[in-house]
């Protein structure tokens, strides 16, 4: 199985400042033959579904703000929040979808600080 | 558009069954995939497995292998999720997430989650 390892566990951001979160795969989820690296990021709020975010590492899902963007190729990954807003608190997971199991990272906890 | 509607709440005891369903509607339901996504109380999620509804295969992540079955009842749109030998570990809200069989195979639609509690 593909192990997917988040940094950090938990993140405090003044509003209106940038958040990094990192994500690493224990292998590249690189598909050579179409260039796409298969790696998305979701959203995870209290008592809501998982929203996704990203997917293909850096196409942004309709309707996402423009302030999310993704990075990264093969095994590392960023997700940055460019200007943190306080409803971007959360917790944000990262998920290869290379092969099955389509393993998550254990997340980051995005907080204002 | 697409909706994902779980069933309800439940409880059960260590060593019984569950069986989570998960209707769709908005869509038609053989061109999308149906992924089961847990998350343990203080836990990250964590992926089960898949099904195609379109010829019923499934794949599952192996820690759930013997114990997990997924199925559906394409003639009312409904998959569902039935986990075995509970244990207490097993308490979780368990969700239900689908994609069109021609995206990518992330998690674009989701249920509103069903809360299994398993308790002596």
């Known amino acids: 199985d593909i192990v997917v390892t988040q940094s950090p566990d938990s993140l405090a951001v003044s509003l209106g400042e940038r958040a990094t979160l990192n994500c690493k795969s224990s292998q590249s989820v690189l598909y050579s033959s179409n260039n796409k690296n298969y790696l998305a990021w979701y959203q995870h709020k209290p008592g809501q579904p998982p929203k996704l975010l990203i997917y293909?590492?850096?196409t942004r899902e309709s309707g996402v703000p423009d302030r999310f963007s993704g990075s990264g190729s093969g095994t590392d990954f960023t997700l940055t929040i460019s200007s943190l807003q306080a409803e971007d608190v959360a917790v944000y997971y990262c998920q290869q979808y290379y092969l099955t199991p389509r393993t998550f990272g254990q997340g980051t906890k995005v907080e204002i600080k | 558009q697409v909706q994902l509607v779980q069933s309800g709440a439940e409880v059960k005891k260590p060593g019984a069954s569950v069986k989570v369903s998960c209707k769709a509607s908005?869509?038609?339901?053989?061109?999308?995939?149906v992924n089961w996504v847990r998350q343990a109380p203080g836990q990250g999620v964590e992926w089960m497995g898949w099904m195609n509804p379109t010829n019923g295969n499934t794949g599952y992540q192996q820690k759930f292998q013997g114990r997990v079955t997924m199925t559906r009842n394409t003639s009312i749109s409904t998959a569902y999720m039935e986990l075995s030998s509970l244990t207490s570990e097993d308490t979780a809200v368990y969700y239900c997430g689908s994609r069109h069989l021609d995206e990518p195979a992330v998690i674009r639609h989701w249920g509103q989650g069903t809360l299994v509690t398993v308790s002596s």
């Open positions: 293909w590492a850096s």
């Open positions: 908005g869509y038609t339901f053989i061109n999308y995939d």
